[in-house]
């Protein structure tokens, strides 16, 4: 191996290292995902090289072998990857993967450090928040199993960031990412790699390809895919046209931008607004989707019906047999806190057991790793198995096709199958954005002081059978994890959640998730969102919403 990575390697180029002092800077507390900031905050001189140098700090002599480095390719991804390339050689990293261009999907990114026995991975994403020279951008450290790092870790790199007195960095000599190739700069080889490959050769592993492809030729398969501009049109082109077959065209808005075309890729039924356009005329194609700013969100949808992650999370356990992948069983199955409880329903038909965490991918990593669950998802348009450990856009996509596929039925019909064989959640989301921090601390803080006393309350005829402030502990590693929202649970099984979004880069968000369950009747009679409509007044009344914040209403519902 050594010897093979000699050769590839060109010859090597040596490059000053310098130890620049630096101070602290407030603030760098990964959130939900990783750091995420406004751009002008990352360009402060020393203030990525800080976080980075904290992350390397943090790691021990010997897991600073093999690191993946790469981005979503928004505004500023270049200049950061470059910092972090000079920084690892500068810190002695043996091998660098990175992206072509600096550009990894989050997926790709975590499939790379699997495939490479890398020892963790830096992510460049502020994920679907927009992109530019006033917009988001963001960081975070994958450890070695591909997951998000767990908040021991981040907690140990924000502890770092506090008393940082200095980085390294390599100076002088290029740093070219323009192709796939190997080259060496002091101690370290640095390897460009083509991560569209790569991909595609683990969705081929996962999925019935041949299939699928004659489910195109044959004209039972149609997709619209939404890239929106951002990391997954060149990966949905080769996996949705090339490979697959689906018509030229299939994949809209594919060419990656450095703003994401000024657009909000986040892939809801707000901003995927052309896909959805799509999705309500005449000859709509069978599928729609889209994904987002780094790859690791999807939106599904059928014509003229949309497919809610919970449900979308569901109906993928529910028809596992559809996907190759999942062959051999489930085995479990995990939602995060504020999904809704569609999943729950699904496992105990299928006799096996559903995990409940805090919101964040991160805290799947361990489940998985376990072997304890092989599916998971978010309501915030997330879901992803067990082959990589993080949530996937293009593989939720692929599912979704499988399904369609091997069922011989459309998304609704697929819903209906669900809704008759295990009962519908009703779920919204009502987003409460740019609230003063301060109030939105103080709503949380109310709620929680009261949350106990709230039992047996009534509200416009809803009444509470229980509350409480979820807390999780891991069943693998026994780390605690408080204070992650408060649940309110109504005699009818409807469900209120509060939390605070912790992804934000500026004011704060409420997040307010509604949740009724209708077991038996007709399913398609109503809206999820006129069925939580009541359900939304009670949260802002329990919540004193409109006395705290001011607002009447949500400003995003999903
Ligand atoms: C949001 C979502 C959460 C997801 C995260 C990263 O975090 O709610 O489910 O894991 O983005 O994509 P939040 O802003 O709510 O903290
Ligand atoms: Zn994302």
Redesign the pocket.
């Known amino acids: 191996m050594n010897l093979l990575r000699h050769k590839r390697g060109a010859t090597t180029v040596n490059m000053k290292i310098r130890s620049i002092g630096t101070r602290p800077f407030e603030g760098q507390k990964p959130?939900?995902?990783g750091l995420r900031k406004k751009v002008a905050i990352f360009e402060q001189p020393g203030y990525l090289e800080n976080f980075v140098q904290s992350v390397f700090n943090v790691l021990a002599p010997q897991d600073r072998d093999t690191l993946v480095i790469g981005g979503d390719g928004r505004y500023y991804n270049d200049q950061a990857i470059e910092v972090i390339v000079r920084m690892a050689i500068a810190n002695d990293f043996k091998r660098l993967i990175v992206g072509v261009n600096g550009f990894l999907s989050t997926p790709a990114a975590s499939l790379l450090i699997r495939k490479y026995q890398a020892n963790g991975g830096l992510v460049l994403s502020a994920?679907?928040n927009p992109a530019g020279p006033d917009q988001d951008f963001g960081i975070k450290f994958n450890n070695a199993s591909g997951s998000p790092a767990p908040e021991s870790i981040t907690n140990a790199i924000h502890a770092n960031t506090r008393t940082i007195s200095e980085y390294l960095i390599a100076e002088g000599g290029d740093i070219e990412l323009d192709r796939t190739h190997v080259f060496t700069r002091n101690q370290t080889e640095i390897e460009v790699v083509d991560s569209v490959t790569e991909y595609t050769e683990l969705m081929q592993s996962l999925f019935d390809f041949d299939r699928l492809r004659s489910g195109f030729s044959e004209g039972v398969l149609s997709l619209c895919f939404d890239a929106m501009h951002a990391i997954t049109g060149p990966y949905a082109r080769e996996i949705f046209e090339k490979q697959l077959g689906a018509a030229p065209g299939s994949v809209i808005n594919a060419e990656p931008l450095q703003d994401f075309g000024g657009g909000h890729p986040d892939p809801n039924l707000v901003h995927a607004r052309q896909l959805i356009e799509r999705m309500a005329k005449k000859d709509a194609p069978l599928l729609g989707a889209a994904s987002?700013g780094d790859g690791?969100?999807n939106l599904i949808t059928g014509q003229n019906c949309f497919v809610s992650p919970s449900d979308s999370l569901a109906a993928i356990a529910l028809n596992y047999q559809c996907i190759p992948q999942f062959a051999d069983g489930l085995k479990g199955v995990a939602r995060?806190m504020?999904t809704s409880t569609a999943l729950d329903r699904v496992a105990k038909k299928l006799n096996i057991p559903c995990y409940e965490t805090p919101?964040?991918?991160k805290f799947f990593g361990n489940l998985l790793d376990a072997g304890k669950v092989r599916l998971c998802g978010?309501?915030?348009f997330?879901t992803s198995g067990d082959h990589v450990r993080e949530?996937d856009g293009i593989w939720a996509v692929l599912c979704w096709l499988s399904l369609c596929l091997e069922t011989g039925k459309s998304p609704a019909d697929i819903l209906q199958d669900l809704w008759q064989q295990t009962g519908r959640s009703y779920y919204c989301r009502h987003d409460y954005e740019g609230v003063d921090a301060d109030k939105a601390n103080q709503l949380i803080d109310d709620l929680t002081d009261q949350v106990t006393a709230l039992k047996g309350e009534s509200f416009e005829g809803f009444s509470v059978e229980h509350a409480d402030v979820f807390s999780y502990r891991d069943e693998v590693d026994q780390s605690e994890s408080h204070n992650q929202g408060i649940r309110i649970f109504f005699n009818d099984g409807s469900r209120i959640v509060f939390?605070?979004?912790?992804?934000?880069t500026d004011s704060a968000?409420i997040?307010v998730y509604l949740e009724r369950v209708q077991l038996t009747g007709d399913f398609a009679a109503e809206s999820a969102q006129d069925a939580t409509a009541l359900l939304g007044t009670v949260a802002r009344k329990i919540s004193r919403m409109t006395e705290i914040t001011g607002m009447t209403e949500p400003t995003v519902i999903t």
């Open positions: 959130g939900t995902s994920s679907h987002d690791d969100r995060s504020p919101t964040g991918w978010e309501e915030s997330g949530k939390r605070l979004s912790g992804t934000g968000t997040r």
